[in-house]
């Protein structure tokens, strides 16, 4: 069963005059384990689709079912909960907390789930080490590469064990290397345990580690393909 | 944890702003608190010199003295009336009083005076009289002689040993004449007391004016001066109302009290006008803080933190930055405005003269209570919380996705 179905999914704008159609019909779903890349140029829609994904944003028209449940309906506080429990984020320029320690910022989510302390330092630490950064758990984000905060924020957005994980052009910002090895980590946690991920991406590299790749123009999925 | 520890490592990202506006409100809490604590330490002050000067917290008269102060008016004064006070719950002290006007002559000089028949202990039980003495004897309970004004003593030409004359009217018309040996001279710092007082012992003055056993007033003093009011009307409650009154000395001396009143409201004023200036600083401040974090703001949102918990998160950070201003603020202003609770400055040159001729001590003191010092926290504490509402609203209204495109 689809771990994500989007049925008939519209938004549009109104960017000064003009009606902008975000997305128009769209009709996906998504199952445990996938490792997607969403592409297409710019203003095709791919943030706007991964922001509805995400309970980021409401749409026109069309439902978004998780795991069952359609969180188009829900009120904006539950929504905020939904994503605490259930989606995991990283985004394209980290955006982590400056003033927590990389371990206190994956710390951090748990703590709204109520984790208790010692639960949370340990599976904070564990996901550091995940992604390679078991020796700057201590360092604040503006002591960290570029590569580095991307790294901490994909161990934050695990720690919360979503059912899957938003990334919206998670390397835009990074350099080849940076970019090789969060793949890498990426791609690791989605094998060994099977963490969905999905991301937006124009990045070449990004698209051809995925398993599956959804092309969008015009705010409609004109290819949606599965690849070695 | 998160919410205390994200706030206090949110208060020191930027060192500088935050040190600027928590000495905006260091500054401000210090200088209202020394500008309000020798504002009512003045007025305390003030109040002391009347209360102890000469009127009491508050005295009882026969109804309709105050009005027409005549020996008339007068109240004859019984032991039961005496027992009652004495056991009236919150009295100090009291002093009992039979004042009149009369001639006093000199020499060549004669001169309007009021003569004040006391007993001499009661009476500086309540008005420290006896400290007051410049020259001579302090007067025995049945003294045959009388004290006098330094002012009065100086345009009588009199001094102690002399020979006072007085006339004047008695109790019912009856001639009031006498002469009194001068046993001491007093000085008072109002000029218009010091001008115009001759002390006698009660019974002398009883027999002077051919009144006895009565008063004019009894005045009082109080053990806890806050409680002044609820003393007098206890001591209300004990007499029969269609023969007597109670009067404060805020009731007796409405000029006064309208002159601190108006003093006070003006200092308000200028506290009002600092308090906003402090206020549209860490206005200024918040909004230079919302809009940088904007997108921080988004992020922890859309990641699952309810916007109820960010408000708290920023409400924290404003407390924070508010205490240390308040805080440091109170513990800065203890130091100097106990010291000059302590060491009051004396004023000089005209200042002093104005101070004198008002009939108050040429000092400045302080206030030394903590009901303004809690007071001007809680404005400031008001004023933050009212700041607050800025944030809060934004957050409530923020958006994840508008917020992180800031």
């Known amino acids: 069963m689809s771990i994500i179905a989007i049925e008939n999914l519209k938004k549009s704008y109104r960017d000064s005059e003009v009606e902008v159609h975000a997305l128009n019909d769209i009709n996906i779903a998504f199952d445990q384990g996938e490792f997607t890349a969403i592409v297409g140029p710019s203003g095709s829609g791919k943030t706007t689709l991964l922001n509805m994904i995400g309970g980021l944003d409401k749409p026109d028209n069309g439902r978004i079912l998780i795991g069952g449940e359609d969180i188009t309906k829900l009120s904006s506080r539950k929504l905020i909960d939904f994503r605490m429990h259930h989606i995991g984020f990283v985004f394209q320029s980290y955006n982590l907390i400056p003033v927590l320690t990389a371990l206190e910022n994956v710390e951090f989510i748990m703590h709204l789930q109520g984790i208790k302390r010692e639960k949370r330092l340990s599976r904070a630490t564990e996901l550091l080490e995940a992604v390679g950064l078991g020796d700057r758990i201590h360092s604040r984000p503006s002591k960290l590469s570029g590569g580095q905060q991307q790294r901490v924020a994909v161990a934050r957005a695990l720690a919360s064990r979503p059912r899957f994980i938003l990334a919206d052009e998670p390397t835009a910002n990074l350099d080849s290397a940076s970019t090789r090895n969060l793949l890498e980590i990426m791609e690791k946690l989605n094998q060994e345990e099977q963490v969905t991920f999905i991301f937006s991406t124009h990045d070449q590299r990004v698209v051809d580690k995925a398993h599956r790749v959804i092309v969008l123009e015009d705010g409609k999925v004109v290819k949606d393909e599965y690849q070695n | 944890m998160e919410i205390v520890l994200i706030a206090w490592r949110n208060l020191w990202r930027n060192k500088r702003r935050t040190l600027i506006t928590a000495a905006s409100v260091f500054f401000a809490i210090w200088f209202a608190l020394i500008m309000r604590s020798f504002q009512l330490g003045s007025y305390e002050l003030m109040v002391n010199n009347i209360v102890h000067a000469y009127s009491g917290y508050f005295q009882v008269h026969a109804k309709g003295y105050w009005d027409d102060k005549v020996l008339n008016n007068g109240f004859v004064n019984t032991n039961e009336l005496e027992l009652n006070l004495q056991k009236t719950e919150g009295v100090a002290g009291y002093a009992p009083r039979l004042e009149t006007f009369a001639l006093a002559s000199y020499g060549m000089q004669t001169k309007g005076v009021v003569v004040n028949g006391v007993d001499p202990d009661a009476e500086n039980g309540l008005t420290s009289l006896q400290k007051k003495m410049v020259t001579g004897q302090y007067l025995k309970p049945d003294d045959s002689g009388a004290l006098i004004s330094q002012r009065l003593a100086k345009y009588l030409k009199i001094g102690v040993g002399d020979t006072l004359v007085i006339i004047g009217q008695g109790y019912h018309g009856a001639t009031a004449a006498g002469i009194f040996p001068v046993r001491g001279i007093v000085r008072f710092p109002s000029p218009d007391l010091d001008s115009r007082l001759v002390y006698l012992s009660l019974p002398v003055a ?68 600092l308090y906003m200036i402090v206020g549209f600083g860490i206005f200024g401040t918040m909004l230079m803080m919302l809009n940088e974090r904007s997108r921080e703001f988004g992020m922890m949102i859309a990641i699952g933190m309810q916007k109820g918990r960010l408000m708290l998160i920023v409400i924290t950070e404003t407390l924070f930055l508010g205490l240390l201003g308040i805080v440091s603020g109170v513990m800065a202003a203890i130091p100097p405005i106990y010291y000059f609770y302590i060491h009051p400055i004396p004023l000089t040159g005209d200042m002093a003269e104005s101070t004198i001729r008002m009939g108050f001590e040429p000092l400045m003191p302080t206030a030394w209570e903590s009901s303004y010092f809690i007071a001007q926290s809680l404005v400031v504490l008001i004023i933050i919380l009212m700041v607050m509402f800025l944030p809060v609203m934004r957050i409530r209204r923020l958006t994840v996705i508008k917020a992180m495109r800031h």
């Open chain 2, 206 to 273: 009883r027999n002077l004016l051919n009144a006895r056993d009565m008063l004019t007033s009894i005045a009082f003093n109080v053990e806890d001066p806050g409680k002044y009011k609820t003393v007098a009307k206890h001591v209300n409650s004990q007499l029969d109302n269609g023969l007597f009154e109670v009067m404060t000395w805020e009731e007796m001396m409405p000029d006064v009290v309208q002159q601190i009143r108006a003093d006070s409201a003006s200092g308000l004023i200028m506290l009002g006008i």
